[in-house]
């Protein structure tokens, strides 16, 4: 029996956007934001419910700040105590997995969402996707970019305004365009990585 396009897209395989029921389920997707984006006054819990009828996941002690942004909001898991500031995007054309206690600064944009190397396959309208997967305890500084099937380890940091093309380690503080892992100076010795910071962003 073949797959409906929604099966294809969640497991990571070509697929038509176009699709009748990805149409409806991207503008049951704008309906929900249009509401969780207005209920910006509501109290924590009435938010948290909102989000518990469109996401994958909600953890306890969730808070997503509006506005935010998503393709369908389905393929969205987040731990407890997931903190993510204003104007956040995730393209959740795959899933994408944030762990517990994850603070993610603002303007930050989590790409699911991908598109095929081969120009001919490009050219015919089908995409894909790629998982996105956030470990525990992750600071993502305002402003970064984590492109499609990037996995950020626990404890990471994101610096400020980091574009992540490639995984990053437990532990590890990124940071530039394309993030590297930030590097002690000579002269502060070995403790200055666990000292070291990323730029003010959330």
Known sequence: MSRTEREKMVAGELYAPNDPELRDERSAARDWMLAYNNAFAAPRAERQELLRQRFANV??????????????????????NVFMNYNCVILDVAEVFI????????????????HPRDPVERRSGLELGRQVRIGRNVWIGG?????????????????????????????????????RP?????????????????SEGG
């Open 99 to 114: 762990g517990d206690d994850t603070q993610i600064g603002p303007a930050v944009q989590i790409y699911a969402a991908d």
């Open 59 to 80: 953890g306890k002690g969730v808070d997503i700040r509006s506005p935010f942004f998503c393709d369908y909001g389905f393929n969205i898991h987040a731990g407890n």
């Open 143 to 179: 402003g970064s970019v984590i492109v499609p099937g990037v996995t950020i380890g626990d404890d990471a940091i994101i610096g400020a305004g980091a574009v992540v093309t490639r995984d990053v380690a437990a532990g590890v503080t990124v940071v530039g365009n394309p993030a």
């Open 182 to 198: 930030l590097l002690p100076s000579p002269l502060e010795g070995e403790g200055a990585r666990a000292k070291a910071k990323p």
